[in-house]
């Protein structure tokens, strides 16, 4: 079953995803394979991604696209046979797997969902950003309010930073972001607290200039 649970610092990963992000990531029509019609925040789109994910590969592979298909089952009230869990997990794999590697990565992935138009591209390269654009930052990527960024919440800001300035719009592979977000954390999370506050993230954005 799909059970919500609470996570911890802002950066822990609940073990079964929540209801609330399924159903913000995944449409509720039943051409829900194909493309989401809403926009969801980018934030969002990792961890919904990180918990997929589970061994951490960087792809999503058949077993674990399984687990989504058979999620979102749930959610819509739908009982999927085996057949029916297979097809669905073809029809995933057909649709988003453009390099035909048998796997999906990050940036396949986004092109089912509705992912946000990249919010740090108004601010990247700026050679100063005033006090009000560093709180709407701040903000955007705090999404559960807790007023520190959490470690999906720093990929996520890391990623969209990267897009716009190395990858010409492409989400960043899993590995190099796990790579980047470590380096960086190193650097900006002064209280080793595995979260960015409002004080570090300006840190952060320095890694970037």
């Known amino acids: 079953a799909v059970v919500s649970t609470q996570s911890t610092g802002g950066g822990t990963l609940p073990k079964k995803i929540s209801r609330e992000l399924i159903l913000d990531c995944l449409p509720t029509e039943n051409n829900f394979l194909l493309r989401v019609g809403h926009k969801i925040q980018s934030s969002s789109f990792i961890k919904f991604w990180?918990?997929?994910?589970?061994?951490?590969?960087?792809?999503?592979?058949?077993?674990?696209?399984?687990?989504?298909?058979?999620?979102?089952?749930?959610?819509?009230?739908?009982?999927?046979?085996?057949?029916?869990?297979?097809?669905?997990?073809?029809?995933?794999?057909?649709?988003?797997?453009t390099n035909q590697d048998g796997k999906i990565e990050l940036e396949e992935l986004s092109k089912m969902m509705n992912v946000e138009d990249n919010f740090m591209k108004n601010f990247v390269g700026r050679k100063y950003l005033s006090r009000k654009d560093f709180n709407k930052i701040f903000s955007h990527y705090d999404t559960d309010e807790t007023n520190y960024?959490?470690?999906?919440?720093v990929m996520a800001l890391i990623n969209d930073i990267l897009k716009h300035i190395e990858t010409s719009g492409r989400n960043v592979p899993i590995p190099i972001l796990q790579t980047t977000f470590n380096q960086v954390m190193k650097i900006c999370d002064v209280n080793r607290s595995g979260t960015v506050s409002k004080a570090e993230l300006a840190l952060l954005l320095s890694c970037f200039e």
């Open 149 to 153: 960024l959490g470690k999906t919440e």
């Open 50 to 97: 990180k918990n997929y994910d589970a061994d951490c590969s960087g792809y999503l592979e058949m077993r674990e696209l399984k687990k989504l298909v058979k999620d979102y089952s749930e959610l819509a009230g739908e009982e999927f046979s085996e057949d029916k869990l297979k097809s669905g997990m073809t029809r995933l794999m057909r649709n988003l797997d």
